[in-house]
T-cell receptor, first 112, second 112 residues
Framework: DAKTTQPNSMESNEEEPVHLPCNHSTISGTDYIHWYRQLPSQGPEYVIHGLTSNVNNRMASLAIAEDRKSSTLILHRATLRDAAVYYCILSYLNQAGTALIFGKGTTLSVSS | KAGVTQTPRYLIKTRGQQVTLSCSPISGHRSVSWYQQTPGQGLQFLFEYFSETQRNKGNFPGRFSGRQFSNSRSEMNVSTLELGDSALYLC???????????FGPGTRLTVL
């Protein structure tokens, strides 16, 4: 299965943009790039996903490199509530659908 | 719309016992996945059920099993508990196996 590499931790200040990087050099053509986050004492929460083009939603933006070997999750204005572990995941497609393989994630700290 | 619910939230068992965890998906969701989360191994995929059939399976021993009922509710069973089975067990549901997953709060299992 294709793997992702993320920094263990990152720090940000409140109301500043945050760019969370993810490397996935062995990504295949059918792998989607997903981002989930896990707030303290909660289950993971879906953030965004994409295949080739950049994606935007109310929570974040996803910038995907042209060769798809890396991507960046962008939080436009970090808040204290954005402090969480962010997981970059490749979902592989098989006959049964798509399965998510989580890595270690990046712990984001946000300071006021 | 009610989210994914898991019962019980906390559980304490002793080695050698068995345990059954329950997950009720979001209404209309037909796919249920189970994950184990530990500090050392992170989030690991156990299995996924769709329409009462197991569709995907992670790399866990046969002591870990599950099933899904016709109303999409799912149960996970762990037999002959070991100390290493202490973990947060998360359930996630989605409409089909191609959509984003919605996670429940988890069941915290402690094996003594």
């Amino acid at each position: 299965d294709a793997k992702t590499t993320q920094p263990n931790s990152m720090e940000s200040n409140e109301e500043e943009p945050v760019h969370l990087p993810c490397n996935h050099s062995t990504i295949s053509g059918t792998d989607y790039i997903h981002w989930y986050r896990q707030l303290p004492s909660q289950g993971p929460e879906y953030v965004i996903h994409g295949l080739t083009s950049n994606v935007n939603n109310r929570m974040a933006s996803l910038a995907i490199a042209e060769d798809r070997k890396s991507s960046t999750l962008i939080l436009h204005r970090a808040t204290l509530r954005d402090a969480a572990v962010y997981y970059c995941i490749l979902s592989y497609l098989n006959q049964a659908g798509t399965a998510l393989i989580f890595g270690k994630g990046t712990t984001l700290s946000v300071s006021s | 719309k009610a989210g994914v619910t898991q019962t019980p939230r906390y559980l304490i068992k002793t080695r050698g016992q068995q345990v059954t965890l329950s997950c009720s998906p979001i209404s209309g969701h037909r796919s249920v996945s189970w994950y184990q989360q530990t500090p050392g191994q992170g989030l690991q995929f156990l299995f996924e059920y769709f329409s009462e059939t197991q569709r995907n399976k992670g790399n866990f021993p046969g002591r870990f099993s599950g099933r899904q009922f016709s109303n999409s509710r799912s149960e996970m069973n762990v037999s002959t508990l070991e100390l290493g089975d202490s973990a947060l067990y998360l359930c996630a549901s989605r409409k089909t196996h191609y959509n984003e997953q919605f996670f429940g709060p988890g069941t915290r299992l402690t094996v003594l």
